[in-house]
């Protein structure tokens, strides 16, 4: 082995033990974005904006975080052929008439080319008319509600609460066999039905019995909650719920020895580094979790530039989770779009028909297929992920980049068909 050949060993060994035994960031490399120049964009900017939940029952702010990170990366290195972004990111505060003002402030005020990096559990609902009738279209970084899947004007770079509840209850079934399944989520319109509907249909095709339970999101007695599950005699629980909500749950179960009786599952929510430490050892090998994007600890080139982006251009303590990678992606693609644009011709109207005349998705090592806009009615681009449970304070993967079998989504697959994304 030359010199050389050494150092290249030792480089990627040590990337490796990094990942393997720290934290996954000590091993990214310089971050990437744009043209790379590093020069600073002087041209005029162009204006996007994003919506997410930073203040409320719980923080769903991790995506926009994440855009801005990556913009003010692009703006660094040359912006878009010259031009900077000027990223406006708001709090609707989980609430509608808040995401109402937040829409029109972009929309009409700030006159936004495209929204970027939202993640709400309400702006989908409240803002799909002022969309429509500005014609303006939103990469959207975290969809939770139906609504956000049933938009002519949304394309979110992850698949949802309902893609990944049944995920998770679709492993479980191939894995250990499960049939007699309780899935619990929040009663919130458009959210909780929404995300336990997918598990019923699926389970409607396979003998498998689905019970539901809606339970209010500020709930605080989840003993009764995990004693009315258990009430169904199930073999597996799955916990549709925000983070902290599952933690509860798990507390509660934990509290009535329920770890070896019954199987646990839940959507992406619960997927950050510090979740397996915050739950304890009690639960290892008991917990697993669907992704909807790849594992933190995959060692992959946009994977690592993810890391190296939020490392130098965003706060430490911003949640390194599934949703942060969703704004990554977000922020990468409108990007990509309008790097293939004149930039002295980027406004609204331009960039909304680029991404309406998408005809090929856009990949990346963090998602396991292609992310697209397109002609659509409705858009769900990303409807396959990976399963991890649980193990030694830490989520080890189990199974990588299987596609989700929702029922529902038979009109999305006949699009992709149809503008050439699937074959």
């Known amino acids: 082995m030359t010199s050389s050949a050494k150092r290249g060993a030792l480089a990627i060994a040590s990337m490796l033990a990094a990942l393997i035994f720290g934290h996954p960031a000590e091993a990214a490399p310089a971050p990437k974005c744009g043209l790379n120049s590093g020069k600073p964009a002087t041209g005029s900017p162009i204006p996007i904006g994003g919506i997410v939940g930073r203040t409320g029952p719980a ?20 912006g878009i ?50 969309y429509e009738k500005n014609d303006v279209l939103v990469v959207g970084a975290v969809g939770i509600p139906r609504d956000c899947f049933f938009g002519k004007n949304y394309s979110s770079t992850n698949a949802g609460p ?35 509907d997918g598990v019923k249909a699926w389970g409607a095709t396979k003998g498998a019995v689905v019970s539901v339970i809606l339970i209010d999101p500020a709930a605080i007695d989840m003993t009764s909650i995990v004693l009315q599950a258990m009430s169904f005699k199930p073999d597996l629980i799955e916990a549709s719920l925000p983070r902290d909500g599952v933690i509860a749950l798990l507390k509660a179960a934990e509290d009535q020895d329920l770890g070896s009786k019954v199987k646990f599952a839940a959507p992406t929510s619960v997927y950050n580094l510090e979740f397996p430490k915050t739950i304890g050892p009690y639960w290892d090998n008991k917990v697993y979790a669907q992704l909807e994007l790849e594992p933190f600890d995959k060692a992959s080139p946009d994977m690592l530039n993810w890391y190296a982006v939020l490392d130098k251009y965003a706060r430490k303590d911003i949640q390194r989770d599934t949703f942060n990678q969703a704004g990554y992606l977000s922020a990468r693609w ?37 992310w697209y806009f397109g002609p659509g009615n409705r858009h769900n681009p990303n409807h396959a992920g990976s399963v991890a449970v649980v193990s030694g304070e830490k989520w080890v993967t189990q199974q990588s980049c299987f596609e989700v079998e929702d029922p529902d989504l038979v009109d999305v697959l006949a699009t992709e068909k149809e503008i050439g994304i699937r074959k």
């Not at 923080?59 to 040359?78: I, L, M, P, T």
């Not at 998770?168 to 989520?185: L, P, R, T, W």
């Open 334 to 370: 409108i990007v990509e779009i309008m790097m293939q644009m004149d930039p002295t011709k980027i406004d609204r109207s331009s960039v909304t028909a680029a991404l309406r005349g998408m005809k090929s998705g856009y990949l990346s090592d963090i998602a396991c297929g292609p």
């Open 162 to 196: 309902r893609l990944s509840n049944l995920g998770a209850v679709q492993y479980m079934h191939q894995k250990f066999g499960v049939k007699n399944i309780v899935c619990i989520a929040p009663n919130i319109p458009g959210v909780g039905e929404f995300s336990c």
């Open 81 to 130: 052929n010259g031009r900077p972004i000027e990223y406006t990111l708001e709090d609707d505060a989980w609430k509608p008439e808040q995401a109402a003002q937040a829409a029109a402030k972009l929309v009409i005020d700030k006159k936004v080319v495209a929204l970027v990096g939202s993640n709400s559990f309400v702006e989908c609902a409240a803002n799909e008319a002022t």
């Open 59 to 78: 923080d769903f702010s991790s995506s926009g975080d994440a855009a801005a990170a990556y913009f003010k990366c692009v703006n660094e290195n040359g």
